[in-house]
């Protein structure tokens, strides 16, 4: 019974799951990252799309590990978090998911990971500003204040700051860009953005 409820209802489905304009989904790159996840892989999410998606999508099986703050919900802990897992493993791979908004509350610790090499993996997933700030701003009746491109938040080239601190650095936007780069970024000894 649970194989056949397996096969009616996919983790992704279309048409929720289907990329947007101009984008690849998110939900569809966690089902992407599935292979590249080495047998003990530790992923350290941030809040949001990062956070959601990775929780819904993945299938890990032990000693593989996801970790995120729970229900704190404090955005960008996935770098400091990511910095603390690759350091408590002695300097080993953690793939860290993070969102833009995420990014700019810790952006500084770029210099942290590039400075000691740690071989961390970081996806950034672009939606744009705040999401979390912006879906309560929406929900408490509120209008957009500071929370994206529309009302008056820019954020920087992240592929640029990456590879400003030596980070390898890598833009992903359509999925012929994504089956080229994965495979190296995955296997890249030491730092990396997408």
């Known amino acids: 019974q649970c194989k056949a409820w397996r096969e009616m209802y996919p983790w992704v489905e279309s048409p929720a799951h289907d990329d947007p304009p101009g984008f690849i989904s998110p939900y569809r790159v966690m089902e992407e990252i599935q292979p590249y996840l080495q047998p003990d892989e530790v992923i350290v999410t941030d809040m949001g799309t990062a956070l959601i998606c990775a929780h819904q999508v993945l299938r890990l099986k032990p000693p593989q590990r996801i970790k995120t703050s729970g229900g704190l919900g404090e955005m960008g802990v996935a770098l400091p978090a990511a910095i ?4 408590a493993r002695g300097k080993r791979r953690v793939l860290c998911l993070h969102c833009d908004g995420g990014m700019m509350m810790n952006l500084q610790e770029l210099a942290t990971i590039a400075h000691h090499r740690l071989p961390i993996k970081i ?37 640029e700051c990456g590879g400003s601190f030596g ?14 780069i994965a495979p190296a970024f995955f296997a890249y000894e030491g730092p990396a953005l997408m």
């Open 167 to 180: 980070i390898h650095s890598h833009r992903v936007s359509t999925w012929g860009q994504w089956r080229t």
């Open 123 to 159: 996806i950034v997933f672009s939606n744009d500003g705040y999401t979390m700030i912006r879906h309560t701003q929406k929900v408490l009746g509120l209008g957009n204040v500071a929370v994206g491109p529309e009302s008056g938040l820019s954020f920087p080239d992240f592929v």
């Open 84 to 87: 603390g897992a690759s350091f």
